[in-house]
């Protein structure tokens, strides 16, 4: 028989069902909610709402494009932590009380675990061990994996996120939400040795981004005192300046754990991780260490049930189930689902 499951990712504002048949993902239908645009975030309230409109469409159409009836699901996953607690509700809900009129396995996801399996949803896959650079707007760990469903995270950031780090510069340059994403576009324009901005000096695999977010903040208030056009004028050699150094302290660090760890199958995860900038400096960094590379497609770096069906067709196959009492939680560690 077999092993056919459907996954629910719904831990921030994209509501998101996909469909895996033994190992395989045959659909991956992502909604998203441009209501937050207007605020400059995601207001979780307003997200909760738009997964509650979204979750029975988004559901059907991927199960109606991966030719799959209601009866043919082994299982039901969800994400269970981390994200927005209201977010998690919805699809938590939907997926237990789908599991239950089943009668099939629910199984939980947890959310970051999920992001560097997203690295074998696709061929060629990262050989066991290896080590995964997973960055997002709140998460930047650097994960020792020794198979799918042993991790270990060995360095990760001691404050800001990477992602957080893009998107508080692009408002500090008055660029719209989401502004991570415009960073990228504007320095691909620009000259990145322009502007130089401080790397942390954080012992060990740690990152730490909140000292260079006050670094930008000093160095734009102060050229706009000399320049009220400053950053207008030098908008593109300003991004390529702030990636430049966010990548370069991704990129360090990675190589530390490299080293220390002998490890050379290097992969990365995440939403950042759809950035051109850190796609291309791994790529070369790659080729300058001896790296074996893996770079997820696009569809698969940002919030997507893809990567969420992945880890759970692992699970299924260990045997690792929910009980129906399980809830979702705002936070948890990789070893706690």
Known sequence: MPVNILAIESSCDDTSAAVIADGKVLSNVIAGQAVH????????ELASRAHQENIV????????????????????AFTQSPG??????????????MALALDVPLIG???????????F???????????????????TQIVLCESPLKMTVIGETMDDAAGEAFDKSAKLLGLPYPGGPLVDKHARDGNPDRFRFPEPQIPGLNFSFSGLKTAILYFLQENRAKQADFVEANIADICASIQLRIVTILMNKLV????????????????VSANSGLRKALETYGAQHNWNVYIPKFEYCTDNAAMIA???????????????DTVPTARAAFSAI
């Open 121 to 139: 949803i696709d061929d060629p896959q990262p050989q066991f061990p290896c080590l995964c650079l997973t960055v997002s707007g709140g998460h």
């Open 84 to 97: 927005l607690i209201g977010s998690l509700l919805v699809g938590s809900c939907f997926a237990k009380s």
């Open 57 to 76: 469409p988004v559901v059907d159409l991927a199960l109606k494009k991966a030719n799959m009836q209601l009866a043919d699901l082994s299982a039901v």
């Open 256 to 271: 530390k754990a490299s080293k220390e760890t002998g490890i050379s199958e290097i992969c990365i995860a995440g939403g």
């Open 109 to 119: 996801v947890h959310h970051m675990q999920a992001h560097v399996l997203a690295n």
């Open 310 to 324: 992945m880890t759970a067709h692992y699970k299924y196959l260990a045997g690792e189930f929910s009980p129906l």
């Open 37 to 44: 645009e207007q605020y400059g975030g995601v207001v979780p």
